[in-house]
């Protein structure tokens, strides 16, 4: 114990040190979720194991429970991947409930935190995939800054739009083309959207969003994505659906 103090003491002396005297800056801060399983514990302690068998019960007791079904494999990726598609359209469909009617529907890719496996869906996949308190919001923009939100996405390699977008990029990242529903986006239009509170400030590069005029954004908790995802699922499981989403070309690259 005596070693173990005067190192650690010895250790903080060093560190003050190097932040008195460092010319370093913080450049930007990443993060994931990495899944501790077996892989990283290959021989549990058996103590441990027993000590969290109540809290695991407990966990398990929120996170399990079954809220609906997928077709198959889903995961999100740019420009375009099955499930951002899901996403975006859950946005579209959760705005009936607040009796809204949108355009399209902005999901970011950075949101999406998780995939989805063929199968059975619990909260706990849910709660993977969107563990933010993001809520859903709903915007007017016109048509001028649809256009600069589309090439907004093109900078980043594309975004997660519900069907009936469909967007060219360039492989420099430029916006070559922009159709809503099977004709081009009008500048002097007004679209209504449905998307995220986090999103509707302008964040994750999408600047566009800022203009947004007509803001309807409940901040109650039960607004939060996730559960209107899981309502979704729900439904779709109450009609007897499974839930299926693929790729259909609502973001090209030429």
């Given at each position: 114990?005596?070693?173990k103090t005067i190192y650690l003491f010895g250790l903080s002396v060093l560190l003050t040190g190097v932040g008195c005297t460092s010319h370093y800056q913080l450049a930007g801060v990443q993060r994931s979720r990495v899944l501790v399983d077996s892989h990283y514990d290959a021989v549990p302690d058996a103590e441990a194991t027993q000590f969290m068998i109540p809290f695991k019960q407990k966990v398990d007791s929120v996170m399990g429970p079954v809220v609906g079904e997928v077709a198959h494999d889903m995961a999100a990726h740019r420009p375009e991947s099955d499930l951002s598609n899901l996403?975006?359209?859950i946005m579209v469909w959760g705005a009936r409930d607040y009796h809204e009617t949108v355009d399209f529907g902005v999901y970011n890719m950075g949101g999406i935190r998780a995939a989805l496996s063929k199968g059975k869906v619990t909260y706990g996949d849910v709660l993977d995939i969107a563990?933010?308190?993001n809520k859903?919001?709903?915007?007017?923009l016109t048509g001028e800054k649809v256009l600069q939100l589309f090439s907004e996405m093109a900078h980043t390699g594309g975004e997660a739009v519900s069907h009936g977008v469909e967007l060219v990029f360039t492989h420099d990242g430029q916006l070559k083309s922009a159709r809503l529903n099977g004709k081009e986006v009008d500048p002097k239009a007004s679209y209504r959207i449905a998307t995220l509170d986090y999103l509707a400030q302008g964040?994750?590069?999408?600047e566009a969003f800022k203009a947004g005029t007509k803001v309807v954004s409940?901040?109650?908790?039960?607004?939060?994505t996730r559960f209107i995802?899981?309502?979704y699922f729900k439904e779709q499981t109450a009609q007897g659906k499974v839930v299926n989403s693929h790729t259909e070309g609502r973001i090209r690259v030429e």
């Amino acid at each position: 114990m005596y070693r173990k103090t005067i190192y650690l003491f010895g250790l903080s002396v060093l560190l003050t040190g190097v932040g008195c005297t460092s010319h370093y800056q913080l450049a930007g801060v990443q993060r994931s979720r990495v899944l501790v399983d077996s892989h990283y514990d290959a021989v549990p302690d058996a103590e441990a194991t027993q000590f969290m068998i109540p809290f695991k019960q407990k966990v398990d007791s929120v996170m399990g429970p079954v809220v609906g079904e997928v077709a198959h494999d889903m995961a999100a990726h740019r420009p375009e991947s099955d499930l951002s598609n899901l996403l975006a359209d859950i946005m579209v469909w959760g705005a009936r409930d607040y009796h809204e009617t949108v355009d399209f529907g902005v999901y970011n890719m950075g949101g999406i935190r998780a995939a989805l496996s063929k199968g059975k869906v619990t909260y706990g996949d849910v709660l993977d995939i969107a563990p933010f308190e993001n809520k859903i919001c709903f915007l007017t923009l016109t048509g001028e800054k649809v256009l600069q939100l589309f090439s907004e996405m093109a900078h980043t390699g594309g975004e997660a739009v519900s069907h009936g977008v469909e967007l060219v990029f360039t492989h420099d990242g430029q916006l070559k083309s922009a159709r809503l529903n099977g004709k081009e986006v009008d500048p002097k239009a007004s679209y209504r959207i449905a998307t995220l509170d986090y999103l509707a400030q302008g964040n994750d590069k999408m600047e566009a969003f800022k203009a947004g005029t007509k803001v309807v954004s409940p901040q109650e908790e039960s607004n939060n994505t996730r559960f209107i995802i899981m309502n979704y699922f729900k439904e779709q499981t109450a009609q007897g659906k499974v839930v299926n989403s693929h790729t259909e070309g609502r973001i090209r690259v030429e």
